[in-house]
């Protein structure tokens, strides 16, 4: 089992909309780039962990859990000439893009907001910190269990969901 984490745009697919899916399973497509390619294709499969980020919104973060359940196979949106993610290049043959399905599992209590994530010592190494637009990354089981910690606790009285403390330099 291996850990990920998948980036979406909450107003293209969000994690409610994966839990709101038939048995709370989707399928993951529209990945157009190829070393996220490469990692769906070859390295992920069913039963790895995933921490689900929420990207190009007011707060980027991780919101929650799914898991992988059925392994990497040809998108078929590349082949749908009305499709946004048509391929003219891919076949049948020769699929040039995959998707896998996810699993929904947790929602987080609070989301972990990038923010977050950077100032946090044990995630300074993490390919989100240092790779930030690749939409599928491997993560570390020490960084999962930090994050997942980070998303159960609960915020504060006066803490909104992804409050993040200053603090002085």
């Known amino acids: 089992m291996a850990f990920w984490l998948f980036k979406s745009e909450p107003d293209e697919y969000s994690l409610q909309d994966?839990?709101?899916?038939?048995?709370?399973?989707?399928r993951w497509d529209g990945i157009?780039?190829?070393?996220?390619?490469?990692?769906?294709?070859?390295?992920?499969?069913?039963?790895?962990?995933v921490l689900f980020y929420h990207s190009a919104c007011k707060m980027p973060a991780v919101v929650g859990t799914a898991e992988v359940t059925r392994a990497a196979y040809p998108d078929p949106a590349q082949f749908d000439p009305d499709s946004q993610y048509f391929?003219?290049?891919a076949s049948a043959d020769e699929p040039r893009w995959y998707c896998v399905d996810l699993s929904w599992r947790s929602e987080f209590a609070r989301p972990v907001p990038l923010a977050e994530i950077k100032q946090t010592s044990e995630l300074e190494n993490m390919m989100l910190v240092k790779q930030?637009?690749?939409s599928i990354q491997p993560v570390a089981a020490e960084e999962w269990d930090t994050i997942v910690r980070l998303g159960e606790r609960q915020p504060g009285p006066t803490q909104g969901p992804g409050f993040?403390?200053?603090?002085e330099s």
Not at 18 to 26: F, K, L, M, T, V
Not at 32 to 45: I, K, P, T
Request: net charge positive.
């Open 18 to 26: 994966i839990a709101a899916e038939p048995g709370g399973c989707g």
């Open 32 to 49: 157009r780039n190829y070393q996220a390619r490469n990692f769906l294709r070859d390295q992920v499969s069913p039963g790895d962990k």
């Open 87 to 89: 391929g003219p290049k």
């Open 132 to 134: 930030g637009r690749l």
């Open 164 to 167: 993040i403390e200053e603090t």
